[in-house]
Every structure is written in C-alpha cells, then in structure tokens.
C-alpha cells in the first residue's frame, strides 16, 4: 500500500516514469533506451514478492538461479553450478535441491 512495488518497477524501468528523475550511481535513467540500460542490468534487479508466481515451473532450481549468469555472461570460477550451490547454501538451502523443481518447495524456501 506504500509504493514499494511501484518504485522498484520504476527503478528497474519496468514501468516508465511519469516524472521526476531516476539516479543510479550519479547517472539519471529515467528515461534511457534498454541498449543503454543493458550494462546495468545485472546490478539491478527486481525480485518479486510472490513465490508460487514467480518461478518457473518447468525450470530446475539451478537453472532458474544459473539464467542470470548466462544471460549476463558471468563464468565464476568453478563453473556456475558451483556458483548456484554455493548460493543455495548461503540462503540455507540445501546445495543437493540444485536439481528440484519449485513446486518441491515450500513458501519460505522458494522466497529464499
């Protein structure tokens, strides 16, 4: 009920702004076009309140979380399943889920 959906939709330039500014590291991005918004868009990111709607379903876990990386073209050493079950384990899940499904999740663990 306060905007925080509708401000990180604008910061993530889901929705276009009507008006004031939009500043990101001293740059303002209100406006700019998605080939200039490409180089920040690994470091902005929206993650979306719904877990059961918000994962794919047809998609494994490591995959949903290894996508970003791909698209972004990031190899972390050691590969990125590594990366992912190193991730899994930091948010306290277990790095054998890599290979589970969302719908093997519960609420708590898919917002994880």
Do not use: W
Request: net charge positive; with cysteine.
């Amino acid at each position: 009920g306060c905007g925080k959906s509708t401000t990180g939709r604008l910061i993530t330039r889901l929705l276009e702004p009507t008006g004031g500014t939009i500043t990101y590291r001293g740059r303002d991005i209100s406006h700019a076009t998605r080939k200039q918004l490409a180089p920040i868009r690994s470091e902005i990111q929206m993650i979306f309140q719904d877990p059961y709607s918000s994962l794919n379903p047809r998609q494994t876990v490591g995959k949903i979380i290894s996508g970003p990386m791909e698209i972004n073209g990031i190899d972390p050493e050691g590969g990125r399943e590594k990366r992912v079950r190193e991730l899994l384990e930091i948010v306290g899940l277990n790095p054998e889920h890599y290979n589970r499904f969302p719908h093997e999740f519960s609420g708590g663990q898919r917002q994880r």
